[in-house]
């Protein structure tokens, strides 16, 4: 039986990822929140969930997942770099997360390993 892969993770998401989280959550919320949203985020702290926790948690059918193209992603996993970890919004109890960035570096992790632990900031 093969081992599954370790996932390296970088200590802190790519400054990158916030301008791109910020435009996805634009289509949520309003410009104000979706900036207060950024500003928890960025002083959230890291954290580590299940991949198919995650999955499970955001409401996405599977059928969603599998047809969107992370082969960049599994690069990227296959040859040991680390990602970024994912941001992650909370819309209430009992709601589904938004995967506000990191959508395929998590769907990439999920493919090699549904256990895999995904670092991330959720607020």
């Not at 207060?36 to 999955?55: G, Q, T, Y």
Request: contains cysteine; proline residues 5%.
């Amino acid at each position: 039986m093969k081992k599954p892969r370790k996932i390296k993770w970088l200590k802190a998401p790519a400054e990158r990822n916030y301008p791109a989280a910020e435009a996805y959550l634009r289509l949520h919320f309003s410009d104000s929140a979706a900036r207060n949203l950024i500003k928890k985020l960025r002083s959230a702290a890291v954290a580590e969930f299940a991949a198919k926790d995650i999955l499970r948690a955001s409401g996405l059918p599977m059928s969603e997942v599998e047809v969107f193209d992370w082969k960049v992603q599994n690069s990227e996993v296959e040859e040991g770099e680390p990602l970024s970890p994912i941001l992650l919004v909370r819309r209430g109890e009992g709601q589904h997360v938004i995967v506000a960035d990191g959508f395929h570096r998590l769907c990439a992790v999920f493919s090699f390993d549904q256990k895999a632990t995904v670092m991330c900031k959720i607020v």
